[in-house]
Structure formats: C-alpha cells, structure tokens
C-alpha cells in the first residue's frame, strides 16, 4: 500500500502529464481539426475536472500551470487564462470539497459556469476593451464554438481525471 504522499505524487504528476499532452496537441498543427471555425481548450478541460476532485491549493496550481499553457498557446502573453483559470479553478476546488460534492451532474454545471465565464473574459480582455472591429464576427464565427467544443471536450476529461482520483487517493480505501 503506498503513502498518501507517494499516491498524491503520481496523482500530481498524472495531471501534469495530461497537461503537457494536451499542449502537445492543442499547439501541433493538423493533429486536430476545427470544427465550426475553432478547437476546444483542452487545457481548461484538464484543470477543471482535476479542480473538481483535489482541494483549493492544487486545483488551484494545476489551474495555474493550464492557464500559463493556455496563454502561451492562444494569446502568447502570461495573462487571461493563467490568472482566470487560477481563480476559477481555485473557487471549484472549494466549492466541490466543501458546498455541492462534484458529482458528474453537478460538475457539468461547474463546467458550463466555469468554460462560460473564462472566454467571456478572453473576449472582454482581448476583444472588447480594445476595440477590435470585428470582435462580433469573431465571437460568433469562433469563440461560441470553442466554449461549446470545451465543455463537450471536458465530459470525457471528468471520466478520466475521476478515475486517476479513484486509484490514486488513500481518502479512498
């Protein structure tokens, strides 16, 4: 049996992992296609499911580190998703531990909440405070399709963020 710092590790470094693949994929050209115009984060997927199921401080490191990955893969710039995501990831990781157990059907009311808020704010930073003249255009031919592809994409991500939980947890049995 190991250690609860032995599985917390390995649990730790299985999202890291998830992490540094889903850069991979997300910022290789051609591995995936856009549908509707744009490709899901898969980054925001990997750090809200895990912020689902660890408390406050590592849902909000592993937010940290997939803002930081998303920010540099979209926007080239520390800024928006590094600090949204922190603060998002953060809030989930309180509220699934403490207020409305994340459950999948509550979680994908954490997911939609949380997708929806993060590239509002993408849009606000990046689009509406600068006056980009097409921001509309942009919104609709690109950004309503990347929240909904994100959300979609973070149903599987639950599954499998639960499982590395479920193994990887002593809390568990």
Not at 151 to 172: A, D, G, K, V, W
Request: include cysteine.
């Amino acid at each position: 049996m190991m250690s609860d710092k032995a599985t917390s590790f390995f649990r730790y470094l299985a999202y890291v992992i998830e992490l540094i693949l889903m850069f991979v994929l997300s910022t290789t050209p051609g591995l995936m296609p856009e549908i509707f115009g744009a490709k899901p984060v898969l980054l925001i997927c990997v750090a809200l499911t895990a912020a689902v199921f660890e408390r406050e401080i590592p849902a909000m490191i592993i937010g940290m580190l997939s803002g930081i990955l998303a920010d540099i893969a979209y926007s080239n710039s520390i800024g928006v998703f590094t600090i949204s995501l922190t603060v998002i990831c953060f809030i989930v990781g309180y509220a699934a531990n403490n207020l409305i157990v994340a459950k999948f059907l509550n979680y994908l009311l954490y997911a939609a909440v949380a997708v929806g808020i993060l590239f509002m704010l993408y849009f606000l930073v990046w689009f509406v405070i600068p006056g980009v003249k097409d921001m509309w255009s942009y919104f609709t031919a690109h950004l309503i399709s990347r929240m909904v592809q994100t959300f979609l994409f973070s149903i599987p991500f639950y599954f499998i963020n639960h499982f590395i939980y479920s193994r990887l947890n002593t809390e568990m049995g």
